[in-house]
């Protein structure tokens, strides 16, 4: 069992900047593919990042066209962490922020919320224009 605790949400202007964090617990945390996804108002729950183990002594990130460039992912595993930095940010990016995890994903499933296991309570991010 993981469980997560999203932080760093709150009210910027636009063209701001943000840093939501994700503890988890549990001794394996760097085993799981973490990701971002967020839920705007009366919308879908999105996907917005994602990184996990690329097999390679690296990890892969991934993003969604709207916020590649924008925002970034990374996590420490030291601290049983994940991050999300978001600059620029823009009003159409207002919405619950949620961090997931999850094993045994593979292909399209890191970009599919239903094929994470475990998720926090969401964090709100609100851009202003």
């Known amino acids: 069992q993981v469980q997560l605790v999203e932080s760093g949400g709150g009210l910027v202007q636009a063209g701001g900047s943000l840093r939501l964090s994700c503890a988890a617990s549990?001794?394996?945390?760097?085993?799981?593919?973490m990701g971002w996804f967020r839920q705007a108002p009366g919308k879908e729950r999105d996907f917005v990042a994602t990184t996990r183990w690329s097999g390679q002594n690296t990890y892969y990130t991934d993003y969604a066209d709207s916020v590649k460039g924008r925002f970034t992912i990374s996590r420490d595993n030291a601290k049983n962490t994940v991050y999300l930095q978001m600059n620029s940010l823009k009003p159409e990016d207002t919405a619950v922020y949620y961090c997931a995890a999850g094993t045994g994903l593979c292909g399209s499933s890191y970009y599919i919320d239903r094929s994470y296991d475990f998720w926090g309570q969401g964090t709100q991010v609100t851009v202003s224009s």
């Open positions: 549990g001794r394996t945390f760097s085993s799981y593919a």
